[in-house]
């Protein structure tokens, strides 16, 4: 009979932890008081554009996470016009062209005015690619009023965002996760999520959920979620995933809210190989 030797034990598994921290860039109100827009069509080149704003998407390097979707949101505020709403907007990514058009708005009111995009391989795919790219890019605006109605701007700003554009459903999903080793894995969400998003979810294969392996903040209190396959609300546990199929994440929005934004997250992974 065979001496069972202290080296005939299991290995112990490696932990890992993949942070994906901030992976949105914001502008800030890029009207400093009120601008009276006078322009009656489009102006031409990036050097006549109302106003621009340069930043770095922080991106996932972990081979084994995949950006899917972004999300883009633009808010103007009109303060007034001559009675007459018309003001148009557009904006563009690095290029005046309609493959880098991130938004081609129409205002028919005065007020808080606001867009909501996709951009992925299909929507705005070249815009999508240069996003994501981890590379330095130049957001522009150009605003006019084709029947010169005065509309006087105060704000003007756009947020790019690892997230997806949906109401009451979920949107596309924005981040997948593939190993090619069995593994075990927990999904930690930092922070509070985007006003009426009720949730962040994972799909293996389009098919199973996984909820068992977050814990989500959406208000400030650290809340769970459990579905089909999970051990019950208030567990987060270590969910088992096969090696090779692909877990996507989601983000489940209500009617208040037209995008879902990635909070802070922390990708916790055990394997043993």
């Known amino acids: 009979m065979a001496n069972k030797l202290h080296t005939d034990f ?14 949105q860039v914001a502008s800030p109100d890029l009207e400093a008081a009120t601008k009276t827009i006078t322009a009656t069509e489009e102006a ?5 554009a109302d106003y621009s704003y340069g930043a770095t998407l922080p991106i996932p390097t972990d081979s084994r996470l995949t950006i899917l979707n972004l999300a883009a949101y633009l808010a103007l505020t009109i303060d007034s016009d001559d009675g007459t709403h018309d003001l148009r907007c557009r904006i563009y990514v690095d290029v005046q062209d309609a493959d880098h058009m991130l938004f081609d708005l129409s205002c028919i009111t005065t007020g808080a005015q606001a867009a909501v995009t ?90 199973n959920y996984y909820d068992a392996a ?7 209190a650290l809340t769970y979620t459990a579905s089909s396959g999970a051990s019950g609300a208030g567990s987060w546990t270590w969910q088992p ?20 934004g990635q909070p802070d997250t922390i990708f916790y992974i055990k394997r043993w190989s």
């Open 10 to 23: 299991a290995a112990p598994p490696i932990i890992e932890s993949i942070s994906l921290l901030n992976c």
């Open 44 to 48: 031409s080149g990036p050097a006549n």
């Open 214 to 220: 977050f814990a989500v903040t959406d208000t400030g």
């Open 241 to 260: 995933l096969p090696a090779g199929p692909v877990l996507k994440l989601y983000a489940k929005g209500n009617t208040a809210v037209a995008y879902q």
């Open 118 to 207: 996709n951009l992925n391989s299909t929507i705005l795919a070249a815009a999508f690619n240069l996003c994501k790219d981890g590379a330095h890019h130049t957001y522009y605006f150009f605003l006019w009023s084709p029947g010169n109605h005065s509309p006087v701007i105060s704000l003007a700003s756009i947020t790019i965002m690892l997230g997806a554009s949906a109401t009451n459903t979920f949107g596309l999903p924005f981040l997948s996760f593939l190993s090619p080793v069995q593994c075990e894995l927990q999904v930690r969400c930092l922070g509070s999520c985007n006003a009426g998003t009720s949730g962040y979810y994972a799909f293996i294969n389009g098919l």
